[in-house]
Protein backbone atom coordinates (compact mmCIF):
# COMPACT_ATOMS: atom_id res chain seq x y z
CA UNK A 1 0.00 0.00 0.00
CA UNK A 2 1.60 3.41 -1.23
CA UNK A 3 0.52 6.03 1.47
CA UNK A 4 0.67 9.93 0.59
CA UNK A 5 -1.28 13.16 1.26
CA UNK A 6 -4.86 13.21 0.33
CA UNK A 7 -5.73 14.66 -3.08
CA UNK A 8 -8.34 16.59 -1.75
CA UNK A 9 -8.99 19.79 0.20
CA UNK A 10 -7.27 18.59 3.30
CA UNK A 11 -6.15 20.85 6.20
CA UNK A 12 -2.04 20.29 5.52
CA UNK A 13 -0.88 21.07 9.04
CA UNK A 14 -4.43 18.47 11.04
CA UNK A 15 -3.09 16.13 8.06
CA UNK A 16 0.79 16.59 9.34
CA UNK A 17 0.06 16.50 13.23
CA UNK A 18 -2.00 12.93 12.55
CA UNK A 19 0.81 11.69 11.06
CA UNK A 20 3.37 12.83 13.41
CA UNK A 21 0.79 11.37 16.64
CA UNK A 22 0.84 8.14 15.02
CA UNK A 23 4.71 7.72 13.36
CA UNK A 24 6.88 10.31 14.71
CA UNK A 25 8.07 11.80 18.16
CA UNK A 26 7.80 15.28 19.98
CA UNK A 27 9.85 15.63 22.91
CA UNK A 28 13.21 16.60 24.27
CA UNK A 29 16.59 14.82 23.47
CA UNK A 30 18.76 13.41 26.06
CA UNK A 31 20.67 16.77 25.83
CA UNK A 32 17.51 18.80 26.37
CA UNK A 33 16.90 20.13 23.18
CA UNK A 34 13.78 20.41 22.02
CA UNK A 35 12.87 18.07 18.63
CA UNK A 36 10.19 17.12 16.50
CA UNK A 37 10.49 13.77 14.09
CA UNK A 38 9.13 11.49 11.46
CA UNK A 39 9.76 7.89 11.03
CA UNK A 40 8.27 7.15 7.29
CA UNK A 41 8.75 4.44 4.08
CA UNK A 42 6.89 6.89 2.20
CA UNK A 43 8.83 9.28 -0.20
CA UNK A 44 5.08 11.12 -0.77
CA UNK A 45 4.78 11.56 2.91
CA UNK A 46 8.57 12.70 4.04
CA UNK A 47 9.03 15.35 1.12
CA UNK A 48 5.24 16.48 2.44
CA UNK A 49 6.36 17.23 5.94
CA UNK A 50 9.88 18.91 4.48
CA UNK A 51 7.81 20.78 2.49
CA UNK A 52 5.56 22.15 4.87
CA UNK A 53 8.13 22.21 7.87
CA UNK A 54 10.34 24.34 4.94
CA UNK A 55 7.80 27.09 4.92
CA UNK A 56 7.13 27.16 8.72
CA UNK A 57 10.28 27.02 9.64
CA UNK A 58 13.30 27.92 6.80
CA UNK A 59 14.54 24.72 7.63
CA UNK A 60 15.41 23.46 4.39
CA UNK A 61 15.54 19.46 4.47
CA UNK A 62 16.71 16.60 2.27
CA UNK A 63 14.95 12.94 1.87
CA UNK A 64 17.53 10.74 2.25
CA UNK A 65 16.70 6.42 3.02
CA UNK A 66 18.59 5.30 5.84
CA UNK A 67 20.56 2.22 4.76
CA UNK A 68 19.95 -0.38 7.48
CA UNK A 69 16.13 -0.16 6.99
CA UNK A 70 15.84 1.80 3.68
CA UNK A 71 13.28 4.60 5.57
CA UNK A 72 13.35 8.29 6.34
CA UNK A 73 14.24 9.82 9.47
CA UNK A 74 13.64 13.31 9.63
CA UNK A 75 14.55 15.40 12.46
CA UNK A 76 13.51 19.14 13.91
CA UNK A 77 15.17 20.62 16.41
CA UNK A 78 15.49 23.82 18.61
CA UNK A 79 14.14 26.14 16.76
CA UNK A 80 13.40 24.65 14.15
CA UNK A 81 11.18 22.12 16.35
CA UNK A 82 9.67 24.89 18.58
CA UNK A 83 8.19 26.34 15.57
CA UNK A 84 6.82 23.24 13.83
CA UNK A 85 5.53 21.27 17.24
CA UNK A 86 3.91 24.89 17.61
CA UNK A 87 2.27 24.82 14.38
CA UNK A 88 0.72 21.51 14.48
CA UNK A 89 0.24 21.46 17.86
CA UNK A 90 -2.07 24.49 18.54
CA UNK A 91 -4.53 25.00 20.85
CA UNK A 92 -7.61 23.60 20.53
CA UNK A 93 -6.25 20.70 17.50
CA UNK A 94 -7.48 17.12 18.24
CA UNK A 95 -4.16 15.32 18.84
CA UNK A 96 -2.85 12.45 21.81
CA UNK A 97 -2.03 13.85 24.27
CA UNK A 98 0.47 13.03 25.64
CA UNK A 99 1.98 14.37 22.00
CA UNK A 100 0.22 17.85 22.95
CA UNK A 101 1.95 17.86 26.16
CA UNK A 102 5.59 17.17 24.60
CA UNK A 103 4.27 19.90 21.74
CA UNK A 104 3.46 22.29 24.72
CA UNK A 105 6.84 21.83 26.83
CA UNK A 106 8.84 22.71 23.90
CA UNK A 107 8.57 26.22 24.01
CA UNK A 108 9.75 26.76 27.22
CA UNK A 109 12.94 25.73 25.95
CA UNK A 110 15.58 28.42 25.58
CA UNK A 111 18.94 28.71 23.68
CA UNK A 112 21.88 29.05 25.89
CA UNK A 113 24.01 32.23 25.68
CA UNK A 114 27.11 30.38 24.53
CA UNK A 115 25.04 28.14 22.18
CA UNK A 116 26.33 29.19 18.56
CA UNK A 117 23.26 29.06 16.27
CA UNK A 118 24.79 27.70 12.91
CA UNK A 119 24.81 29.66 9.51
CA UNK A 120 22.30 28.79 6.74
CA UNK A 121 24.04 26.24 4.81
CA UNK A 122 25.09 27.20 1.75
CA UNK A 123 24.45 24.44 -1.34
CA UNK A 124 27.17 23.66 -3.67
CA UNK A 125 26.34 24.92 -7.46
CA UNK A 126 27.75 23.17 -10.48
CA UNK A 127 30.35 26.12 -11.25
CA UNK A 128 31.71 25.86 -7.76
CA UNK A 129 32.19 22.16 -8.00
CA UNK A 130 34.05 22.66 -11.27
CA UNK A 131 36.01 25.47 -9.90
CA UNK A 132 36.55 22.93 -7.14
CA UNK A 133 38.16 20.59 -9.68
CA UNK A 134 39.91 22.42 -11.79
CA UNK A 135 42.06 23.64 -8.87
CA UNK A 136 42.52 21.13 -7.19
CA UNK A 137 43.47 23.04 -4.12
CA UNK A 138 41.40 23.40 -1.40
CA UNK A 139 43.25 26.94 -0.23
CA UNK A 140 42.96 27.60 -3.68
CA UNK A 141 39.19 27.02 -3.98
CA UNK A 142 37.81 28.57 -0.71
CA UNK A 143 39.52 32.06 -1.45
CA UNK A 144 38.32 31.95 -4.94
CA UNK A 145 34.56 30.53 -3.82
CA UNK A 146 34.55 32.45 -0.89
CA UNK A 147 34.24 29.21 1.42
CA UNK A 148 36.15 27.62 3.96
CA UNK A 149 39.28 25.41 3.28
CA UNK A 150 37.59 22.35 5.29
CA UNK A 151 34.26 22.66 3.57
CA UNK A 152 36.41 22.67 -0.38
CA UNK A 153 38.20 19.77 1.59
CA UNK A 154 35.56 17.77 1.95
CA UNK A 155 33.25 18.68 -1.06
CA UNK A 156 36.30 17.72 -2.92
CA UNK A 157 36.89 14.18 -1.66
CA UNK A 158 32.86 13.83 -1.78
CA UNK A 159 33.05 14.41 -5.31
CA UNK A 160 36.32 12.39 -6.14
CA UNK A 161 34.47 8.85 -4.03
CA UNK A 162 30.90 9.45 -5.75
CA UNK A 163 29.35 10.85 -2.65
CA UNK A 164 28.14 13.86 -5.06
CA UNK A 165 27.42 14.00 -8.19
CA UNK A 166 30.08 15.04 -10.91
CA UNK A 167 28.83 18.96 -12.49
CA UNK A 168 28.10 18.38 -15.50
CA UNK A 169 30.49 19.65 -18.48
CA UNK A 170 29.91 22.94 -19.59
Not at 9 to 19: E, H, K, M, Q, T
Not at 29 to 52: D, E, I, K, N, R
Request: glycine share 8%.
Amino acid sequence: MTVSPPECAFSRRDYLRGVVDADGSVGHTGQGWPFVSLTTASTAVGAYLCFYAGKVTGAERGLKRNTRDGIYNILYTKENAQKLAADLYYDGCLSLDRKKTAADSLGDWVRPVDMRVAPPRRRWSAWEDRVLLRLNDDAAAAKELGRTPKSCAIRLWRLRNGQAPMPSAR
